[in-house]
């Protein structure tokens, strides 16, 4: 590519841009949350030697440090941003003018491109409104009480607030973020707490009035709250399977997470989707050298696959990664038994026993944390409504803010 590159520059070429990869080796052309950013500026940094044209690189740059960084070392001359500038259009205006805390951060989920592939609308996890940034104001204003602050309720009480409505906010906990605080943990996640950071930001911007450690109550909805339109966001609580804790040791992925339990060595987790894989891929040695001190992990899955209903770069990122720590994966699998110190389940007609393991650990969904009420007023969204992906929390937001 250098000497094609040289011949290009004869001809009259402007500049020479840099990129790679290919459809076989997922990943290589559009990187994975969690990877190095520019994964192509080795190469673009090595042709720039040899022309005196502009060279531009490209891949996973999504925040301007990194693009002054790569210019400033002799990486590249121009740096090429594609999905960051479809999760914030303002994307460089905003850097040109140090206001890089506004904007807002493009995770690398690749959830844009997934959709057009299949001729869906191109479509954004962190931005529900990529085509059009505008929000309306509202020819009504109201009083709206969001109850939750996950991703859907700030998102929720940001553009109710921008549309003219008296908003506030009332958080249980004293964080922002929901599950989202969760979801940030594993390898490869923490970006999530990009999204968390940027959102809670907006809230304060627009001064909303925020009450952490604020549990909303019947009382308080039917007196101060009286006249509010109230808005649900109270997200997920984690399943568990009752007639299986009968086992020496049990607990979900979210109490590993959250850091309110502590497994053992020898760890069965019970459902291969993302929520089971992460959180092995969380609790699995770098690497499978046969040290003692090594987790033994084992992830059962129903299916046929890991993470069914999802693709691209990222789950084949955490499939390797499983892989190469030694993580057993155990497909089409049905655990018919549990006692307290044997997990019994069947593959293939046969019937297998687990009899060494000191940790059972729950990752087999969600389920909705819905308060039940019959009043018309009371909105819900997100999980707490039908659990789903944070592109479906963050939309839902949106989507009922602009309808109140």
Not at 174 to 196: H, N, S, T, W, Y
């Amino acid at each position: 590519m250098i000497y094609v590159s040289k011949q290009l520059e004869k001809t009259g070429v402007d500049f020479i841009h840099v990129s790679g990869g290919n459809t076989i080796k997922r990943g290589s052309s559009m990187p994975a949350p969690g990877t190095s950013p520019a994964p192509h500026a080795h190469a673009s940094e090595e042709i720039r030697k040899h022309v005196n044209i502009p060279v531009s690189t490209v891949a996973r740059i999504n925040e301007p440090w990194v693009a002054e960084e790569l210019i400033a070392n002799g990486k590249t001359d121009i740096c090429m941003i594609g999905r960051p500038n479809l999760c914030d259009s303002e994307f460089v205006n905003k850097a040109a003018e140090g206001k890089t805390d506004d904007i807002r951060p493009c995770i690398g989920c690749g959830r844009c491109l997934t959709g057009i592939m299949f001729g869906n609308p191109i479509s954004c996890t962190v931005n529900p409104s990529v085509e059009s940034d505008e929000i309306k104001e509202a020819d009504e204003k109201k009083k709206v009480l969001v109850i939750g602050a996950g991703p859907a309720g700030m998102e929720t009480a940001y553009v109710a607030k921008k549309r003219g409505h008296e908003v506030i906010l009332c958080e249980k906990s004293g964080e922002f973020g929901g599950l989202l605080r969760l979801a940030a943990v594993p390898i490869a996640k923490q970006e999530l707490c990009k999204v968390i950071k940027f959102m809670a930001r907006r809230l304060r911007n627009e001064g909303i009035e925020v009450r952490m450690n604020c549990e909303v109550t019947p009382e308080m909805l039917a007196g101060e709250f009286k006249d509010y339109e109230v808005v649900c966001s109270t997200g997920a609580v984690p399943k568990e399977i009752p007639p299986f804790k009968v086992f020496k040791q049990t607990m979900t992925a979210d109490d590993v997470l959250a850091g309110r339990k502590y497994p053992g060595r020898k760890i069965v987790i019970l459902g291969g989707g993302s929520v089971g894989c992460e959180t092995a891929d969380y609790l699995a040695p770098l690497i499978d050298d046969m040290f003692p001190a090594n987790r033994d992990i084992t992830v059962i899955e129903m299916t046929a696959s890991l993470m069914p209903g999802e693709g691209g770069a990222a789950k084949s990122q955490l499939t390797m990664r499983l892989k190469r720590k030694g993580v057993k994966i155990e497909l089409n699998s049905q655990v018919t038994k549990v006692d307290e110190t044997t997990i019994t389940y069947e593959k293939d007609g046969q019937e297998y026993h687990i009899t060494d393991a000191d940790t059972l650990i729950f990752a087999v969904g969600y389920a909705p944390n819905k308060v039940e009420t019959t009043e018309e007023r009371v909105h819900f969204i997100g999980d707490c409504d039908k659990v789903g992906t944070l592109k479906d929390a963050i939309a839902a937001g949106h989507k009922l803010a602009e309808e109140l």
